[in-house]
Structure formats: structure tokens, C-alpha cells
Nanobody, 123 residues
Framework: VQLVESGGGLVQPGGSLRLSCTAS????????IAWFRQAPGKEREGIACIDVSDSNTEYADSVNGRFNISNDKARNTVYPEMNDLKPEDTALYYCRVKLLQGLALNSQEYRYWGGGTQITVSS
């Protein structure tokens, strides 16, 4: 199983970014992808997940209302769109997949993960 993230970069406060996570190497039609982030000196945080079977989503309070995650099942790709970015959103963002249905922001439920993409929010 492989996950490849893209779309990170430098953005000004209040700006937006759209990331992507493409999963490959498995044949399951039911799976869940979650996004996590970790800033230097801080604990890893689960911020959003999507069950690609029904497109149900879950968000952490820290990003609810600002982040929106969608999926393209034909491309095995999910797209978190992040709006109104704040300096405290600066972190390494990475996606993980579990080959099961079921929303969860607990990293222990996800076996496979990508290398991450850096987002820096700064003026």
C-alpha cells in the first residue's frame, strides 16, 4: 500500500490550500483515509477523515468549518481543502489509510501512511 501526498507550501494567513492524497497497492473498494498533522514540539493531531464508501466525513474541532475533505473514488484520491489558514496550522501534514470503513481520528487505527507534505502559514 502506498500513499502520496501533494499540495503543501507557503501561504499567507487567511489563505487557502488544497492537498491531495492518492492511495494505491490495494484492491479494497471500502477504505477510510484520514489526515494528520504534527508541528515541531507538538503532539500529532488527527484533523479530518473520509469514508470513501459513502463520503461521510469527520473533522477535529480545530479545523471544523475551515477544512473540507472530498474524494474521487475512481482515482483513489482524497482532497482536503483548507481555508482561512492560520499560523497555528503550520505543520507537516500526512495521510493514512485503513482498509475498512469507519470514521476515526485516532492514528492507531490506520496502518499505512504517506511521507507528508509541509504547510507553512506565514506573512
Amino acid at each position: 500500500v502506498q500513499l502520496v501526498e501533494s499540495g503543501g507550501g507557503l501561504v499567507q494567513p487567511g489563505g487557502s490550500l488544497r492537498l491531495s492524497c492518492t492511495a494505491s497497492g490495494f484492491s479494497n473498494s471500502d477504505y477510510t483515509i484520514a489526515w494528520f498533522r504534527q508541528a515541531p514540539g507538538k503532539e500529532r493531531e488527527g484533523i479530518a477523515c473520509i469514508d470513501v464508501s459513502d463520503s461521510n466525513t469527520e473533522y477535529a474541532d480545530s479545523v471544523n468549518g475551515r477544512f473540507n475533505i472530498s474524494n474521487d473514488k475512481a482515482r483513489n484520491t482524497v482532497y482536503p481543502e483548507m481555508n482561512d489558514l492560520k499560523p497555528e496550522d503550520t505543520a507537516l501534514y500526512y495521510c493514512r489509510v485503513k482498509l475498512l470503513q469507519g470514521l476515526a481520528l485516532n492514528s492507531q487505527e490506520y496502518r499505512y501512511w504517506g511521507g507528508g507534505t509541509q504547510i507553512t502559514v506565514s506573512s
